[in-house]
């Protein structure tokens, strides 16, 4: 089967130059960065205790730096005698109005964004940038690959040769929580895995690839590729094993070729390769939940991502054009939302209550039903923006 329209050639192109340009330099040989170690699969996960939240009052929500309003500062705890100040903690800990230089942040701790744009995708892109701005802490670099220039400047240079890992997203992505949280999931590959993505359904018996596809698929419902985790480092250093020959390949060497002996089969394009090469090496890839990649699949056929209902959305993906007609009225709310915010307004007056009311008017669909699903995350990430700018430090009492 061919690829069904020029739009989603050219995407498969994009991503597949892409990928061979960050990957062709396999004689760097640089050690994986300190702060993201592999860890055995069954090492246990640390909880921490439960941060006391406020309940914030809209005016005092500084949606905007530069619009807060003068306040007492809280007596400091002068600290515990033989506790180290760590240096870490200090940087957590700056206050409101305190900036950072952009070069005095090592490249090493930036967070990496990539995404390919083609077509009539220039807004989507835009808007998917502006939500991973909104709500996110640490410093990133956007690596946007558009169809224009695409072939010069590929053919000029080598790209992302410095880049040890990245984050993939399709442009119809929304961010619902901060960057940083789906980033640490690097800290949880195992000394094998070298990129993460979700499955593509829940329920194998109602997935696409389970149903109808005519090439290998990871696991029992494949993988979605509209977020995907890449530790480039290791993707660089390693031979996987293929369909092509018996010895491994590294995967400039191997990207191309599956396509030509793929290519009648396919149509997801790059989705369906990235299925292929993890079928084979399925050790290879961390699988995380459908939070990180929650589609209108999950809640269409009745909510079948649990993780999201306990949780909440954390990344929103709008594939079947849902953001732009009105099949999913909850999806497109969610697009409009974060599209028209203006940067200095207030987050909860702006955004956040005007939603609620937005979300009483889809209840009549199946995606309607679960609003809390939708703004569960969004919600958290707001109190912890206030608690993180409003509320420095919690004291005893002088007056007790």
Known sequence: MKLRSKAAALL????????????????????EPPGFPARPEAAPQRRHAPVPTLPPEP??????????????????????????RAASREKLARRPGE???????PPELWIHLAVVACGNRLEETLVMLKSAVLFSHRKMRFH??????????????????????????????????????????????????????????????????????RHPFYGSAGVNSGVMLMNLTRIRNTQFKNSLIPAGLAWEEMLL????????AITWGDQD?????????????YVFPCQWNYRPDHCMYGSNCKE?????????????????????????????????????????????????LKFLETVHTLCGRIPQVF??????????????????????????
């Not at 070729?257 to 009648?264: R, V």
């Not at 569960?376 to 206030?386: G, N």
């Open 144 to 213: 946007i690959f558009t169809e224009d220039a695409l072939k010069p400047e590929f053919d000029k240079q080598a790209i992302l040769k410095d880049v040890d890992s990245l984050l993939y997203v399709d442009t119809d992505v929304l961010f619902l929580r901060p960057v940083d949280d789906i980033w640490k999931l690097l800290r949880q590959f195992n000394s094998t895995q070298l990129a993460a993505m979700a499955p593509e359904h829940e329920i194998p018996k109602i997935g696409w690839y389970s149903r109808f596809a």
């Open 375 to 400: 703004l569960k995350q969004i919600e958290k990430t707001m109190r912890r923006a206030y608690e993180k700018h409003v509320i420095i430090h919690m004291g005893p009492n002088p007056m007790s």
């Open 257 to 264: 070729p599956l396509y030509q002996k793929y290519k009648s």
């Open 59 to 84: 005016r005092a929500f500084p949606g905007a730096a530069g619009r807060r309003s003068p306040r007492r500062q809280p007596p400091r705890l002068r600290p515990r005698a033989g506790r180290p």
């Open 273 to 285: 390769l990235l299925n292929i090469i993890f079928y084979y090496n399925p050790e290879c890839l």
């Open 308 to 356: 999201a209902e306990r949780e909440g959305v954390s990344v929103l993906h709008g594939n079947r054009g849902v953001y732009h007609d009105d099949k999913q009225p909850t999806f497109r709310a969610l697009y409009e939302a974060i599209r028209d915010f203006p940067f200095q307004d207030n987050l909860f007056q702006s955004m956040y209550y005007p939603l609620q």
């Open 12 to 31: 498969l192109l994009a991503l597949a130059v892409l990928l061979l340009a960050l990957l062709s330099l396999r004689a760097r040989r640089d050690p």
């Open 99 to 105: 900036t950072r230089s952009l070069h005095s942040v």
